[in-house]
């Protein structure tokens, strides 16, 4: 049983920076983050494979928000920048032990097995 805690969220005014950290207790294949906001279903952020050298974001992200990971640190980050009020949620760490295919499955909620218990970001105007 793989246990992933995340740290670093807290509220910062639009057009700030924030960075994400979620450690690990064991090895995982990919890793990504995911937010959620009140009333809304669990939104996909960014995903990384574990060589870090593919990632993968939505549109709404882009450009913006960075995800990276240190396999020796069994961690993975997440910098956001340029920070829009529609970021705000709480913000999830999700680990996989495999993924059949990281281009079409890593954006899924259910391709994760292990989960964070997420970390508050909120964004003010």
């Known amino acids: 049983q793989v246990q992933l805690r995340e740290s670093g969220g807290g509220l910062v005014q639009a057009g700030g920076s924030l960075k994400l950290s979620c450690t690990t207790s064991?090895?995982?294949?990919?890793m990504a983050w995911f937010r959620q906001a009140p009333g809304n279903d669990r939104e996909f952020v960014a995903a990384?494979?574990?060589?870090?050298?593919?990632?993968k974001y939505p549109d709404s992200v882009k450009g913006r928000f960075t995800i990276s990971r240190d396999n020796a640190e069994n961690a993975v980050y997440l910098q956001m920048n340029t920070l829009k009020p529609d970021d705000t949620g709480v913000y999830f760490c999700?680990?996989?032990?495999?993924?059949?295919?990281?281009?079409?499955?890593?954006?899924?909620?259910?391709?994760?097995?292990?989960w964070g218990q997420g970390t508050q970001v909120t964004v003010a105007s």
């Open positions: 990384i494979t574990w060589t870090g050298v593919t990632a």
């Open positions: 999700a680990a996989a032990e495999m993924l059949l295919s990281f281009s079409t499955t890593s954006s899924l909620v259910r391709s994760y097995d292990y």
């Open positions: 064991g090895r995982t294949y990919a």
